[in-house]
Structures are given as structure tokens and as C-alpha cells.
């Protein structure tokens, strides 16, 4: 199993940019598909982004796309998100997650979970 931790997050005015961070440990990093959720207090968690085990494959939610970019170093075993250009409405708690196979990552397939990091924007 793959534990994670999440940095980079904080305070930002509407805008601006941030880059998560999200340390893997354990041998399968490089093996499996990766991703971001969200989760704003009072709505339900939402799936950011994901990235297949070799970085070939991407998938953005539609409020992201075009603002956010994911992105995986399997030799650092790290998972990055690129903020750009952020809302007031990206505020929440991110977290990242390991999925069960290579290819793909969903609510069901979630292997693993970081602890989540807050990003709060300001307008």
C-alpha cells in the first residue's frame, strides 16, 4: 500500500497560483494511477484530476480544465498539481489518492488517501 502526504497548500487571492505536492512511500508508486479530489465544506468530494501510472494519460474535471495541470515524477515518487489562475470556488480541502490499478482513478478505486491539505481563496 502507498502512503502519501500532501504540502504546498494555503492562502492565495483569486488569481493566483499554487502547486500541491504529494509524497508517495511504498514500491507500487510508479505502478499506479494517481489523482486530486477536493471537497468544499457542505458539498460533496469531487474528483480533480487523475494521471495514469506513466504520466500518458490525464483527465480533468470541467471546472479545472485549462487552469489545473497534473503532473507525476515516479522517480521522486511525488504527484504535483499546478493551480493557475484560481477562484474563490476552488477553496477546499485537497487530497490525494492512490488508485488500485494503473490506468484510471474513481470514488471506487481509491486505494490509498492522503491526510488533505487546505487552499483557500481569496477574493
Known amino acids: 500500500q502507498v502512503q502519501l502526504v500532501e504540502s504546498g497548500g494555503g492562502l492565495v487571492q483569486a488569481g493566483g497560483s499554487l502547486r500541491l505536492s504529494c509524497a508517495a512511500s511504498?514500491?507500487?508508486?510508479?505502478?499506479?494511477?494517481m489523482g486530486w479530489f477536493r471537497q468544499a465544506p457542505g458539498k460533496e468530494r469531487e474528483l480533480v484530476a487523475t494521471?495514469?501510472?506513466?504520466?500518458?494519460?490525464?483527465y480533468y474535471s470541467d471546472s479545472v480544465k485549462g487552469r489545473f495541470t497534473i503532473s507525476r515524477d515516479n522517480g521522486k515518487n511525488t504527484l504535483y498539481l499546478q493551480m493557475n489562475s484560481l477562484k474563490p470556488e476552488d477553496t477546499a480541502v485537497y487530497s490525494c489518492?492512490?488508485?488500485?490499478?494503473?490506468?484510471?482513478?474513481?470514488?471506487?478505486?481509491?486505494?490509498?488517501w492522503g491526510q488533505g491539505t487546505q487552499v483557500t481563496v481569496s477574493s
Open positions: 511504498g514500491r507500487s508508486f510508479g505502478s499506479v494511477a
Open positions: 494521471i495514469s501510472w506513466s504520466g500518458g494519460t490525464t
Open positions: 489518492a492512490a488508485s488500485t490499478n494503473s490506468i484510471d482513478l474513481s470514488a471506487t478505486s481509491v486505494g490509498s
